[in-house]
């Protein structure tokens, strides 16, 4: 493994040079602050008229349409989201300066082909391995949100170190910076998100859920086992990984995790699991999302739709109605 610090990063080399965000989600809004508050040049590109453009004025930052936010841009940072990325590109491809480089945050779009570069550009990742909303507050904090970096493309023979700098600029290179390649970091994301982050998890939850309540139990206290709790041991493993966690739970919880726990993530699930891995390396998932979204996302706004009408939500937006020091 390779982990950089900011020891290892050479800012001089952006000093004096525009980065141009592109998007102001929440992975562009806390790169373009805390690339300003480091000091850089720093302009966004948005479609005139949309809710965006007045947000990042507010925020004090240049704000122009994309073809004229990458121009004489030393790095353009793709920040939209992932199927808008190919769009854009190719909207602002001829106005970017010969030599540049093209930043993303994720690499969906190279890794999958859906973004073919121009032979002079150099071609790097950035991925902060969190929101955009920690990347921004462990930043203004003094602290940094670790990232990972990748070279695609060094027609310049200085990619690594213009990522690097670009890391340190958002805060990232004070937590280290591991380099990885497009492919790792993309599938290793996708699959994360899947079987394990997102959708591992809500299925493992409304399961929970529903089993207790089939089995007769009151939902309110359904929802507080198996959904209210979990963030107390994901703050756990968070903090200190499993050891933590088992230093903080009952010995009856940690029985019953280890010899439990097991069979509902029995060899079955790691099969499945796999699967859902191969999917992502052979790129099955990547043309199902792609031909989902050029269809108008019909089969996804339904799945969408299904998954917010289950009991569970009904019964855990009444409960944190409740809470109020949730932040809704």
């Not at 966004?44 to 007045?54: A, C, E, F, N």
């Not at 391995?129 to 602290?143: F, I």
């Not at 958002?170 to 390649?181: D, H, M, S």
């Amino acid at each position: 493994m390779q982990m950089y610090s900011e020891a290892d990063v050479d800012s001089a080399c952006l000093e004096g040079k525009r980065i141009a965000i592109l998007g102001y989600g929440s992975q562009g809004r806390a790169h373009a602050l805390n690339l300003k508050d480091s000091g850089f040049d720093v302009v966004v590109g948005l479609r005139p008229g949309g809710p965006s453009w007045p947000r990042a004025e507010a925020d004090g930052l240049q704000v122009r349409e994309p073809k004229d936010a990458v121009k004489g841009a030393a790095i353009v940072a793709f920040l939209t989201p992932d199927l808008v990325q190919g769009a854009l590109y190719e909207a602002v491809r001829s106005e970017i300066d010969q030599g540049s480089a093209l930043l993303f945050a994720h690499g969906f779009n190279i890794h999958f082909k859906q973004i073919a570069p121009r032979s002079d550009l150099d071609v790097v990742l950035i991925a902060p391995k969190g929101p955009g909303d920690l990347v921004r507050r462990q930043y203004e904090e003094g602290h940094g949100v670790p990232c990972l970096v990748a070279v695609e493309q060094d027609s310049s023979g200085n990619a690594l170190k213009l990522a690097l700098a670009y890391g340190q600029g958002i805060g990232g290179a004070r937590a280290g910076v591991i380099e990885t390649t497009f492919a790792e970091e993309t599938e290793t994301d996708l699959f994360g998100e899947q079987a394990v982050l997102c959708g591992g998890v809500t299925e493992l939850v409304v399961a929970g859920f529903e089993t207790l309540v089939k089995a007769g139990y009151q939902p309110e206290v359904a929802y507080y086992e198996c959904m209210h709790e979990l963030k107390l041991i994901v703050d756990l493993l968070h903090e200190g990984g499993l050891r933590k966690m088992h230093e903080f739970i009952s010995e009856t919880a940690a029985y019953g995790d280890l010899t439990r726990g097991p069979r509902i993530v029995d060899d079955h699930v790691r099969e499945t699991m796999q699967e859902v891995l191969t999917e992502i390396q052979d790129g099955t998932f990547a043309r199902e999302w792609i031909a989902e979204n050029a269809s108008g996302q019909s089969e996804y706004k339904r799945l969408m739709n299904d998954d917010l009408a289950q009991q569970i939500e009904k019964v855990g937006g009444d409960l944190r109605s409740r809470m109020d020091w949730l932040e809704n």
